[in-house]
């Protein structure tokens, strides 16, 4: 079966996100034609924050269909907690190995640069998808979509379900995560600017661990019985909150929203704890990052700006400034439309 890449109308509840599109999702080997190689297939090692997160297991499965489509080797190793420098070996031992690429979402901007840039000294391209290392670390880096555009979705988000006002709190993943940071400064600098009557009073890390986003929220929730929503920009953490809100008073009085898979929500949304949420599709992501490892690997592209490839059935990408490729656009989750989706 093919990756569906068709593009379906958002729902205009959140008018920001209103009109956007993702791609659905498809998790069967895809029989596109279009390869981004020239010749030898691409040894790629797979490198996500940390293993056990259905997030990534969806990007895996992307990536994996794309190396089926050019034919290259794909392998997922990684590391059981997210923290900054538990890729490390993984790195060392893929630079070992003399694969062609490497595909990594980091846990922290620098923790991991020496090694990723040993890795290259040694001949291994390095992508970086997700969330991206400093940019002298990596060929390309493939974003999930605008950074300013998904700290944004959420706010306006939250906003609505709590009818612009009240005292919110973040659970974020782990403390050093470049994606997670990158957002909550957006959302931050958007609250101050935008939204003068809602506070937010806290932020906690659950290091995309689901017990301690779990605790986290119940911590929370007993420093701040008042809270009038969550924001959590983490599958991981949205889950694990929305367990805790599911079977406890704070069920449909404390607004939960940020980013989630809809497998993993589904049943949060069913249920009424959660009404909308957001993401892109992991399964495009690591579609497309395969691609671009494979693009490099064979070096149909560098990594500079201007830069075109082909992604399988997603189409034509071409590099942006600072090596950066993006997928596409947050798109916004509910009742409505949750059952169209898979992943
Ligand atoms: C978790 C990870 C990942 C992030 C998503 C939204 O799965 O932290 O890096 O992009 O949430």
């Not at 806290?202 to 929220?217: A, L, M, N, P």
């Not at 694990?240 to 949060?268: F, I, N, W």
Request: charged residues 20%; contains cysteine; proline residues 3%.
């Amino acid at each position: 079966m093919k990756l569906h890449t068709r593009r379906i109308a958002s729902l205009a509840s959140v008018t920001l996100i209103a009109g956007l599109g993702l791609a659905a999702c498809g998790d069967d080997s895809g029989s596109g034609s279009d390869s981004g190689g020239s010749g030898d297939s691409a040894s790629i090692t797979m490198l996500p924050k940390n293993l056990g997160n259905p997030y990534f297991d969806a990007s895996t499965t992307g990536a994996e269909t794309a190396a089926g489509e050019f034919g290259g080797e794909l392998e997922e190793v990684g590391p059981e907690t997210a923290t900054p420098d538990s890729q490390v070996s993984f790195i060392n031992t893929a630079a070992q190995q003399g694969v062609d690429s490497l595909i990594v979402s980091a846990n922290d901007p620098t923790a991991i640069c020496d090694a990723l840039n040993e890795a290259r000294d040694a001949g291994v391209k390095v992508v970086t998808f997700d969330s991206d290392t400093d940019t002298e670390c990596r060929d390309i880096f493939v974003n999930q979509a605008d950074a300013a555009g998904i700290a944004k979705a959420q706010v306006d988000l939250i906003a609505e379900q709590i009818g612009d006002k009240g005292k919110i709190a973040i659970l974020s993943a782990a403390a050093n995560a470049t994606n997670q940071n990158a957002w909550i400064k957006l959302m931050e600098e958007d609250l101050a600017a935008n939204h003068p009557n809602i506070e937010l009073v806290d932020t906690v890390y659950g290091d995309d661990d689901d017990q301690k986003s779990f605790d986290q929220t119940s911590a929370l929730l007993s420093r701040n019985p008042d809270l009038a929503g969550i924001v959590s920009p983490t599958t991981v953490g949205i889950a694990a909150a929305a367990r805790y809100l599911s079977s406890s008073e704070y069920k449909g009085k404390v607004a939960l929203t940020g980013l989630g898979t809809p497998d993993q929500m589904r049943a949060y949304i069913k249920d009424g704890t959660v009404t909308e949420f957001a993401l892109w599709n992991p399964t495009d992501l690591g579609y497309l990052s395969a691609y671009v490892a494979n693009a490099l690997a064979s070096e149909e592209i560098t990594g500079e700006e201007g830069d075109t490839f082909e992604a399988g059935d997603l189409g034509e990408y071409t590099v942006g400034a600072d090596g950066e490729v993006l997928l596409g656009e947050p798109f916004v989750f509910n009742a409505e439309n949750i059952d169209d989706f898979s992943f």
